[in-house]
């Protein structure tokens, strides 16, 4: 479960990024975060994984404060970024195994993920390999990998679609479903539309730093009439009026 | 015409810069660094240079090469452009991660290739402008110049680098358009690397040949043209011999001859970007790998422990990162063979026998033996930048650390010990073997030990204390996160400057009081764990905040 509370942060002492954002992701859900670029999605995320320290409200992750107790609230999250060139000298195996051993995953643990893992990406024959060597897409499949073996029960995922193949997206949907569905949280960003509205029970759309939407996409349809998501998308985060004003 | 190479110029420039700091404490802490390396490290320098060519040409003025000293010191600058200039050159046209983004635009090969050349130029040669300014204005007071020929002179010393930095960017492009050799970044690597020990190489043999020469007969020999490093010097910059002409005799030919040089060099090079640069460039690809083959995931999982993991993470970085690899660590184990060079060149005797009466005999040379342990441990512990570029090489994956579920201490402490276990390998066994070699009692070579390591520990702590205040996060080629990381410098400025300071003053202070090596090294490691203290706790505290507050702002 994630909960946040007036979340607000100010880069400079000049430009606020998320201003008094609220929301909570429970247990059993997956919640897609929506929103323009720059919208503060990933300096929302970033608080929310410990990676910057918010000015302004409070962030729980199941019992742990974040801010009280980082080290423990972090020990729960499985957290992909934006961008997978991390570490590239090492292979996959021995970046994956340096953040099993970080997070204290066990060698029995590791002996059973890895393999399973590994196959589910179609990433055996590559484990061996230095990172400098994989495409893109490889490196995404693989920091989803490292980002999962020691069993987070909260998926924190930024972009986590960006580069995957059909089949790897697939499998990667595929578990964040069955994740949800044992009863943990997954929270993740994204642009596409479409991916939100197949896999999200909840969406929270924001927009220059503030929430604009939290619900579910049935109830959003409802409230806007026939319109697409597209549509209902745009006007919400004024991209829509931007684009006729110009 | 030039409007697009001016462009693409400034926009090299501007992401080469370090962010400048915008908090307050951080602004007068930059302040005091700048201050303190200005006054104790650029000026000093500067003056010693302009008195050195003062001197030399005052000494020349009688003779009939008085413009031979300068000309000497622009053989030197020209050579250590060369040296560095190759790996940077190589650096910026070929590795530097910008290139994709700039190849696509409507820009002609040679406005790329010179607008890299021109950022190269003025980022790597400041340090040149200001001693060949300093020797100019010494040579201009030896000779009592009018004050046409102190602007000229001047301005011309500024061009000085042109022709060396363009000769580097020839041979770069040609070496990779025409070699088949050349497959991969890490072949060209190692091949520039090559070049340079070549370069090295040859002075160091050009430096041995003069050892045995007494300075009067090499200057009337090297004026006459008859030393072979002088002579080679000559020929392989012409330009120099011209513009010193130009400074002995204010013979405009001479200057018009040398500018006609550096031009057309570049000249030269811009041609050769538009012919060959693109071609070159493109198709250049990392190391090539086996092909894969499946690994047997079951049996490759070894739990260890936190920290040897992050030391594990650190060691595979700096040992398979070419760039920090020769840069941070093979160049820590290499100053034995300069020391030997040196004392060669000086003619010390070397063997044993006149080695263990030395240090048994004079107490002098025994405090001086303790206090170069410890002078080229902070000296070396800096040059290798391991705790001055400890952030600052993570770029990207610095924030990495924050987001694991990790005390920022562990990760401190991981760099610390590796930093501090490279540079005590690279110090200490040469030291203690160095000890066995001249007898020196177990006393000497205990203390010795413990000094290097506090050294170490003193550097180490510094350079990573100023890397967390404002890492170089954002940079295009690995080389850049170190050549333009001011912390580097600033580290090894006040390495530098403690090394001096210390070992300085209490060589003096052994010297008027008679005191024992032994003691004078307990003083120095007393010095420097109380320094070491401060450090640890600073970092402890503000360094790990600093940490916390890189991006918050």
């Not at chain 1, 199941?62 to 000298?89: R, V």
Request: with cysteine; aromatic share 10%; glycine share 6%.
């Amino acid at each position: 479960m994630i909960k946040v509370k007036n979340l607000g942060k100010t880069y400079n002492g000049k430009v606020k990024a998320v201003s008094d954002i609220s929301f909570d992701v429970n247990d059993g859900e997956i919640v897609g975060f929506i929103g323009p670029n720059g919208a503060g999605k990933t300096t929302t995320i970033k608080m929310l994984t410990g990676i910057l320290k918010p000015d302004d409200g409070e962030i729980q992750i199941n019992e742990f404060d974040m801010k009280k107790d980082p080290i423990k609230a972090k020990q729960i999250i499985g957290y992909i970024s934006d961008n997978p060139d991390t570490f590239l000298k090492l292979t996959g195996l021995e970046y994956i195994n340096f953040l099993a051993d970080i997070y204290k995953v066990t060698e029995e643990e590791r002996k059973e993920r890895i393999p399973y893992f590994a196959k589910q990406f179609g990433m055996e024959k590559d484990l061996g390999e230095r990172m400098t060597s994989y495409s893109h897409g490889m490196r995404q499949k693989l920091m989803v990998i490292a980002a999962l073996v020691h069993n987070p029960a909260v998926w924190i995922l930024d972009e986590p679609m960006v580069g995957l193949d059909p089949q790897a997206a697939f499998h990667l949907k595929r578990m964040m479903r069955e994740h949800a569905d044992k009863g943990n949280s997954v929270l993740f960003s994204t642009h596409v539309l479409e991916v939100a509205e197949k896999l999200c029970d909840r969406i929270i759309i924001v927009a220059k730093g503030t929430l604009q939407y939290e619900g579910t996409l049935d109830a959003l349809k409802e409230e806007y009439g026939d319109k697409d998501l597209e549509k209902i998308f745009l006007e919400i985060t004024g991209e829509e009026m931007n684009a006729d004003q110009k | 015409m030039f409007k697009n190479l001016l462009s693409l110029y400034r926009v090299l420039m501007a992401d080469i810069r370090m962010d400048k700091a915008t908090e307050k404490r951080r602004k007068r802490m930059v302040a005091v660094i700048i201050t303190i390396v200005l006054l104790f490290v650029f000026i000093p320098v500067m003056v010693g240079s302009a008195l050195l060519t003062f001197l030399m040409t005052k000494s020349l003025s009688e003779s009939a090469s008085p413009a031979f000293g300068i000309q000497l010191m622009y053989g030197l600058i020209s050579i250590f452009t060369v040296m560095f200039g190759i790996n940077v050159v190589f650096n910026e046209l070929y590795f530097s991660e910008d290139i994709q983004h700039i190849l696509p635009l409507p820009i002609k090969p040679w406005e790329i290739a010179g607008a890299k050349l021109l950022a190269v130029f003025m980022n790597e040669n400041v340090i040149q402008f200001m001693i060949v300014l300093a020797c100019n204005i010494g040579f201009c007071l030896a000779v009592s110049a009018n004050p046409l020929m102190w602007i000229v002179s001047i301005a011309a010393g500024f061009t000085l680098s042109v022709a060396p930095t363009a000769a580097c960017a020839i041979i770069g492009i040609l070496m990779m358009r025409f070699s088949r050799l050349i497959h991969s970044k890490d072949t060209v690597r190692r091949i520039s690397g090559i070049f340079m020990l070549i370069i090295a190489a040859f002075m160091v043999g050009a430096l041995l040949s003069l050892s045995n020469q007494d300075l009067d007969a090499f200057i009337v020999s090297a004026s006459a043209g008859d030393v072979a490093f002088v002579h080679v010097l000559k020929i392989l910059f012409p330009q120099i011999s011209m513009l010193s002409r130009f400074m002995a005799s204010g013979n405009v030919l001479a200057l018009l001859g040398y500018l006609a040089i550096s031009l057309a060099l570049v000249v030269l090079f811009l041609l050769i970007a538009q012919a060959f640069y693109v071609q070159s460039v493109t198709g250049l690809g990392e190391a090539s790998h086996a092909s894969s083959k499946a690994i047997d995931l079951s049996k490759t999982e070894k739990v260890r422990s936190i920290g040897r993991a992050l030391r594990a993470k650190e060691y595979h970085i700096l040992m398979r990162t070419n760039v920090f690899f020769t840069n941070c660590v093979a160049v820590t184990f290499i100053w034995p063979v300069f020391v030997i060079i040196a004392w060669k060149i000086l003619g010390t005797d070397l063997s044993q026998e006149v080695q263990v009466a030395r240090y048994g005999d004079g107490n002098s040379y025994s405090v001086l033996i303790m206090l170069f342990a410890m002078a080229i441990t902070l000296v070396m512990a800096s040059m290798n930048s391991l705790g001055s570029d400890a952030f600052s090489r993570e770029g990207e994956n610095f924030y990495f650390m924050r987001a694991i579920p990790l005390d920022l201490k562990y990760t401190w402490h991981a760099k610390a010990q590796v930093s501090m276990t490279v540079t005590s390998l690279g110090t200490i066994p040469f030291m203690l073997g160095f000890g066995i070699y001249i007898h020196m009692p177990i006393a000497h070579m205990i203390m010795m030990v413990l000094l290097q390591a506090a050294a170490a520990f003193f550097v180490t702590y510094l350079g990573m204390l100023l890397d967390s205040m404002n890492p170089k996060l954002v940079w295009e080629d690995v080389l850049s996160s170190l050549r333009e990381n001011d912390n580097t410098f600033f580290c090894m400025a006040i390495s530098i400057l403690t090394a001096v300071f210390i070992g300085g003053g209490l060589f003096y202070i052994s010297r008027v009081t008679a005191m024992s090596a032994l003691l004078v090294g307990a003083i120095a490691f007393i010095l420097l764990v109380i320094m070491d203290l401060i450090l640890y706790h600073r970092a402890m505290t503000r360094g790990i905040q600093n940490l916390w507050e890189v991006g918050e702002v």
